[in-house]
């Protein structure tokens, strides 16, 4: 009776196993994607907007073998023996070069896009910030972000510049009245003059002077909770699925 029962329960995780690798090769999710589906993934991503990015990632493959190649050959050397560390090196050269250019690709992609914002912000580094997309909306879809981190609140907005600016100075009154002397930036999307471009948001967020300690910032998003409970969550369209992220995890590991 207990052998059978044994059984049955290796069964029945035999199955969920079965199950879950099913769901994690159909799944949309990066999340669920192994390190070379996530590399593919984003070359795929990346070469339909940028096609120059395959002879790039060949020219320095190619770059790093060849030398090794030619030297031995001239030489009369063990070339072969190091023909695998050149192989190596040739292919983390161009995962190099791919995630150079991936960021490129997919600013080029979702540029003017609602929610493309989303682009930069999962770049931030998790353990230093946070952010919120969708805090405030227009109906014509204007948005505003929020990031918390060492440089205090930052408030971003997409969107026509003539609706976004009026909303966004509204959320900064808000925050100002929770944050206790924290600072709040506002800062609109675009490429006119006093908007930073969907490629340089990154680096103007990191780029703003330490306001906060760690823990600081905990402190913060608890109050920033208190704020967001008391309305309704922004209708935000489901924004694009940025991969650069996926790509660095699949060259460190997970």
């Known amino acids: 009776m207990a052998s059978e029962k044994a059984k049955e329960l290796a069964a029945k995780q035999k199955a969920a196993i079965k199950a879950e690798k099913l769901r994690r090769k159909n799944s949309d999710d990066p999340r669920d994607w192994g390190r070379w589906r996530q590399f593919v993934e984003a070359y795929k991503r990346t070469a339909e907007v940028d096609p120059a990015v395959t002879w790039w990632m060949l020219g320095v493959g190619l770059g790093v073998v060849a030398p090794v190649a030619v030297l031995g050959i001239v030489t009369r050397l ?118 930073v471009k969907l490629g340089d948001l990154e680096k103007y967020i990191k780029g703003l002077p330490k306001a906060l300690q760690p823990h600081q910032v905990s402190e913060v998003r608890q109050r920033l909770r208190a704020l967001d409970a008391v309305r309704p969550k922004a209708p935000l369209p489901k924004g694009p699925m940025p991969t650069p992220k996926g790509v660095n995890r699949a060259m460190r590991g997970r």
Request: no cysteine.
């Open 78 to 195: 063990a070339w072969w023996a190091w023909l695998p560390l050149a192989l190596v090196s040739g292919v983390l050269g161009a995962m190099l070069v791919l995630t150079r250019r991936v960021k490129g690709a997919m600013v080029k992609r979702y540029e003017g896009q609602p929610g493309s914002a989303e682009v930069a912000l999962q770049l931030l580094n998790n353990k230093k910030y946070t952010y919120d997309m969708g805090i405030a909306a227009t109906r014509q879809l204007d948005l505003v972000h929020r990031v918390v981190g060492p440089g205090g609140i930052v408030l971003i907005g997409e969107g026509s510049p003539g609706r976004v600016k009026p909303l966004i100075q509204g959320e900064a009154r808000k925050h100002e009245q929770v944050s206790y002397g924290t600072p709040v930036s506002q800062v609109v999307l675009g490429k006119g003059d006093g908007q």
